[in-house]
C-alpha cells in the first residue's frame, strides 16, 4: 500500500518530520530538542557563526534562533563574544560542554538518515545525500540574490 501522496512537497514534509521526531527522542536523554542539537552541530561545524549567519544556514525565522541560542548559552553548550569587525554583532562559539556532545550529535544525525534511507543501496544513498545537498544549496543561493 503507498501511503505517501505523490508529489515532492509532501515526501520532503514527510521526512522533515520524521527526522526531527527521530532526533528529538535520541537527544532527548541529554535534554536537548532536535532544532537545539542542530544550531549544536552547526556551530561546532563552522567553529564560530553570528546569529544572522546561523539563521542563513539553517533557514529559519531569526526570533526561533534567537530563543534556541540563549537557551544553549543558558545551558553552557554555547557562549558569545563581541565581533571584532562589527561590535553590534556577537560571536557564537561552541563551548566544551557542546564539544562533549558534538560527536554524539553527528552519530543520531547519521542514524536519521540511515533509517529514511534504510530501503535504499549505498549508491542511491549517496546520490539522495549529494542530490539533498545540491537542493538545500540551490534554496539557500535564492535568498541571497
Known amino acids: 500500500m503507498d501511503y505517501v501522496a505523490e508529489g515532492p512537497f509532501k515526501s520532503i514534509s514527510i521526512l522533515y518530520r520524521k527526522s526531527h521526531i527521530w532526533l528529538n527522542n535520541n537527544c532527548a536523554s541529554y535534554d536537548l530538542s532536535a532544532a537545539q542539537a542542530v544550531v549544536i552541530l552547526i ?20 526570533s526561533v534562533i534567537a530563543k534556541t541560542v540563549n537557551k544553549l548559552e543558558e545551558r553552557g553548550y554555547l557562549v558569545r563574544t563581541t565581533n571584532t569587525k562589527d561590535k553590534r554583532t556577537y560571536d557564537i562559539s561552541p563551548t566544551e560542554k557542546a564539544w562533549e556532545i558534538y560527536p554524539f550529535i553527528k552519530e543520531q544525525v547519521e542514524a536519521c538518515f540511515q533509517r529514511m534511507t534504510h530501503t535504499m543501496t549505498n549508491q542511491e544513498r549517496e546520490e539522495f545525500r549529494r542530490l539533498l545537498q545540491l537542493a538545500a544549496e540551490a534554496s539557500i543561493a535564492l535568498d541571497e540574490e
Open 43 to 62: 556551530i561546532c561545524d563552522y567553529r564560530s557563526l553570528t546569529q544572522d549567519d546561523i539563521t542563513k544556514r539553517l533557514s529559519l525565522d531569526k
